[in-house]
């Protein structure tokens, strides 16, 4: 079975396929690019230098988000596109366990963070027991002050992974002193391989069922900018009118 993996979640544009029996081949992108530009690029270019075309697909797994409202809307519209000829089931996963798949069969707690602006992050709480990863604080967006309090409270070291390590690694650093271990950085950003592992691991383990194209759905977790925008303006308008 080949499975083709996306995560487009945050900047980085990753791809990887993946059989029974390894790695295939993987592609990662960490640049300004938009995923637009560059995601079908790398996928056909994954795919043709493997010697594969979307008919020896057999799966594909996504990151359905949190993350970047834009990259995950247009990592989810992509692999629709590739399922649809071929009804390719999906599975979807979250893109903060795939962040902490990165680490793997640590006996530390894992937490991804990733910048979710508005003085939050996208972030959860992951530990391995019995070489399962599971989650152990449930994924939310959170002010980091509300993700160090709740750390604090831990005795578990914790390895803090993702892109809001760039703006909140001093401030982790304040709060939890030599608790606070950072990943190095080959696997500090998201990787489309841990998608497939994943995503292979949750149907095996958990029989977790897949989606087909027309059925597969993002996860947000909040409210886009542009709803927030239109409900504000919708409100004063209201106000106004009574």
């Known amino acids: 079975m080949n499975m083709l993996a996306v995560d487009t979640s ?15 081949g993987e592609y ?41 409202f834009t990259g995950v ?9 590739l399922a649809h000829p071929g ?13 902490a798949y990165n680490i793997t069969y640590s006996e530390n707690l894992i937490c991804p963070i990733m910048d979710a602006r508005r003085n939050q992050v996208y972030t959860g709480v992951y530990k391995w027991v019995d070489y399962e990863l599971k989650e152990v604080v449930k994924e939310a967006p959170l002010t980091i002050d509300e993700l160090m309090e709740e750390l604090r409270r831990r005795e578990e070291k914790v ?3 993702g892109d809001g390590l760039s703006k909140y690694k001093e401030e982790i650093i304040n709060n939890l002193g030599d608790k606070a271990i950072f990943a190095p950085r080959f696997v500090n950003m ?23 194209y027309n059925n597969i759905t993002p996860v947000y977790l909040r409210k886009s900018e542009a709803e927030r925008q239109y409900e ?9 009118n009574e």
């Open 190 to 212: 998201q990787r489309a391989s841990s998608i497939a592992q994943l995503a292979s691991d949750k149907i095996e383990k958990n029989g977790i069922e897949t989606h087909s």
């Open 87 to 99: 009804n390719i089931p999906i599975i979807g996963v979250s893109s903060l366990e795939g962040l």
């Open 28 to 68: 990662t992108i960490n640049s300004p690019m938009t995923h637009s530009q560059k995601l079908m690029p790398i996928i056909e270019e994954l795919l043709s230098t493997l010697d594969l075309s979307m008919k020896d697909i057999d799966l594909i797994g996504v990151s359905r988000g949190p993350g970047s």
């Open 10 to 24: 945050s900047l980085v544009a990753t791809v990887a396929v993946m059989n029974e029996e390894k790695l295939l």
């Open 232 to 240: 504000e303006k919708m409100k004063r308008c209201n106000e106004r």
């Open 73 to 81: 809307r247009i990592g989810i519209a992509t692999v629709k596109g």
């Open 159 to 161: 390895i803090f992974l």
